[in-house]
């Protein structure tokens, strides 16, 4: 597909922001920021709302399903949809129905009233917002950057949001702790209010409007063809989904099981969460200044210690070891998704992204629903320290077959030749040129998606 080049934004003199860091990256690096201080606060407060209203893990885990199977159903559809319309657009009214189920939940929870179903109903609704917030937002962070630098722009953009998840986590189980769960989910509300309005100032101007397509179904089948002709890309995701599903049921489920009836309560368990963020944060400096070559064959290695959080919770270990495994846990996933979304931006057209961002995450996600709605019964049938046990084995089986495959373990970071924006584009490039320096090329604009197309 050929579409104009936008035209060349210099950095300022005297910035000291790099050329990397454009308008759209600085408001999507601050929106994130704000949304990751409100959710995993909520996170644990939906967990006591639960307790309060005399749930028990059952309960607990029909609540985790009801907003993971919304996220399930509907992400192909966000996908599609955020390569047709702005993806913008949908950010902020995703943003703006998250707004709008927290402040009634918050209000639920405040007046005494909350129900199991009414909890149910309002996390859906925030799921479903988040189907469509996901695919539009990884396709437009990973098009807000371009050249040589991406990789450590996605380091940078990973810890400014792992390092409001620390403080998130850590403030939302004090704040649970001393003045309930209700407060902190109207602190939710509000953040995805001040986040829907900062992403509504994304400047869009220099993005070029997509050409017309076959319609939603059309757009999805090009997605699933992108999508299963790469080996390493299914072979990930299909890992991921029993991983993922995995640490939904120990996150949601097991862990404030775990710290209420071993660790003396929210608190601990929020200090735990809170040491994965700075376990992301140590991972994400790692990964700003460490560019392995064969990234995903390094990434995957790190995913191996995913599974200590899940084996420290079935011993149990006291509240020190448990937030140590957490630590390590943290460092290795974030040089896995440093790495993953450097081979997404390397290897997937830009006008695909948000497709094939709808796969990953549906894939990744796919078994969520099922394992926080049976995390409860497997409890009961098998006690929690086996059924942990065995999730943190079923992690180390599907990461040790993954390397199976030779793209993962071959795939390789290529030099990145800026495109340098001209009054056409170039249909193919001619033979023989050397590489145009990227110390010498004018800058290209971070904010001007599509501008340069990666190989596909």
């Given at each position: ?20 860091a ?19 606060g ?9 307790f ?6 059952g ?44 402040a ?8 005494g ?23 539009a ?11 040589e630098?991406?990789?450590?722009a996605?380091?940078?953009?990973r ?7 620390i ?8 704040l ?9 989910l ?5 953040a ?23 319609g ?35 996150e ?8 209420r009836a ?10 735990a ?47 020190v070891?448990l ?16 790495s ?8 997937i ?21 099922l ?28 990461t040790?077959?993954v ?20 009054p ?15 110390s010498t ?16």
């Amino acid at each position: 597909m050929n579409r104009p080049a936008a035209s060349p934004r210099r950095t300022p003199l005297g910035s000291r922001r790099p050329e990397w860091a454009g308008r759209n990256y600085v408001l999507l690096t601050a929106a994130t920021i704000v949304t990751n201080l409100g959710t995993h606060g909520a996170l644990i407060a939906t967990t006591w709302a639960v307790f309060e209203s005399g749930g028990d893990a059952g309960d607990v885990g029909l609540v985790a399903m009801a907003r993971f199977l919304p996220l399930v159903l509907f992400l192909l559809i966000g996908g599609a949809v955020a390569d047709r319309v702005p993806r913008h657009r949908v950010m902020v009214a995703a943003n703006a129905l998250n707004c709008v189920s927290q402040a009634v939940f918050a209000a639920l929870v405040l007046t005494g009233d909350a129900r199991i179903w009414q909890m149910m109903v309002l996390t859906a609704l925030c799921g479903t917002g988040q189907a469509f917030f996901n695919p539009a937002a990884e396709g437009m962070l990973l098009s807000s950057v371009s050249g040589e630098q991406a990789s450590r722009a996605f380091a940078v953009y990973r810890m400014a949001m792992h390092s409001a998840t620390i403080g998130g986590a850590a403030l939302g189980g004090a704040l649970v702790a001393f003045v309930g769960p209700g407060w902190v989910l109207l602190i939710d509300a509000v953040a995805f209010a001040v986040a829907a309005g900062l992403r509504a100032f994304l400047d869009v101007s220099g993005i070029p409007e997509r050409a017309p397509s076959g319609g939603l179904f059309a757009d999805l089948r090009e997605g699933w063809h992108e999508f299963v002709g790469r080996p390493w890309l299914w072979s990930i995701v299909a890992q991921f989904s029993v991983v993922v599903g995995l640490l939904g049921a120990v996150e949601s489920v097991y862990g404030p099981l775990v710290a209420r009836a071993e660790l003396g309560g929210a608190r601990p368990w929020g200090i735990a969460l809170a040491a994965y963020g700075v376990g992301t944060l140590a991972g994400a400096v790692l990964m700003s200044r460490w560019k392995p070559r064969r990234m995903l064959f390094v990434g995957t290695l790190c995913v191996f210690p995913i599974a200590l959080p899940s084996a420290a919770l079935a011993v149990p270990l006291d509240a020190v070891g448990l937030t140590a495994a957490m630590f390590v846990s943290g460092v290795a996933i974030e040089v896995f998704g440093v790495s993953w979304m450097t081979a997404l931006h390397q290897e997937i057209p830009e006008e695909k992204l948000s497709r094939v961002s709808a796969y990953d995450w549906f894939g990744s996600t796919a078994l969520l629903p099922l394992t926080t709605a049976l995390a409860g019964p497997a409890e009961s049938a098998f006690g929690r320290s086996e059924a942990l046990w065995g999730a943190a084995a079923l992690m180390v089986l599907v990461t040790a077959l993954v390397l199976v495959v030779p793209d993962v373990r071959n795939l390789t970071r290529r030099p990145h030749t800026k495109a340098i924006p001209g009054p056409a584009p170039t249909p193919a490039p001619l033979p023989g040129p050397a590489p145009v320096s990227a110390s010498t090329a004018p800058p290209v604009s971070a904010d001007a998606e599509g501008a340069v197309r990666r190989d596909g």
